[in-house]
């Protein structure tokens, strides 16, 4: 902890966070959640919020958009994906009718002739 707050990190980018302080320590962070005394020391010394440079609001705002992006993906796919099983639902019972209307007509053998169109 004290190298992180003096600004000397060895193991870490020198960031105040819980995370670089368990790297710094060389413990897990399950450990340093652990050690409450350390955490309450931690945030009477730490009391500023962690800032996020541009770049890394760049990247999450980047990573939010194309989150939202593949969730409407995912719901065209399954909207797409029910047309279709309504569209194989159709032709496979067209294709039953149409086998029955050729059995059918495969008995009788009688075509029905269309009368002519006569011109005048």
């Known amino acids: 902890m004290e190298r992180l707050l003096a600004g000397r990190p ?17 413990v897990s962070h399950a450990t340093v959640h652990r050690a409450e005394d350390i955490l309450a020391e931690w945030d009477l010394k730490v009391a500023r919020p962690v800032l996020r440079t541009p770049g890394e609001v760049e990247r999450d705002e980047t990573i939010a958009k194309l989150r939202k992006d593949l969730r409407e993906a995912k719901q065209q796919v399954t909207e ?4 279709l099983d309504a569209l194989a639902s159709v032709t496979a ?28």
């Open 80 to 83: 797409m994906n029910g047309k």
């Open 10 to 26: 060895l193991r870490t980018d020198g960031a105040l966070t819980k995370e670089n302080l368990a790297r710094e320590a060389g």
């Open 93 to 120: 019972n067209l294709y039953r009718e149409n086998l029955q209307l050729k059995e059918k007509l495969g008995k009788s053998r009688t075509v029905a002739g269309l009368p002519s169109r006569r011109q005048p």
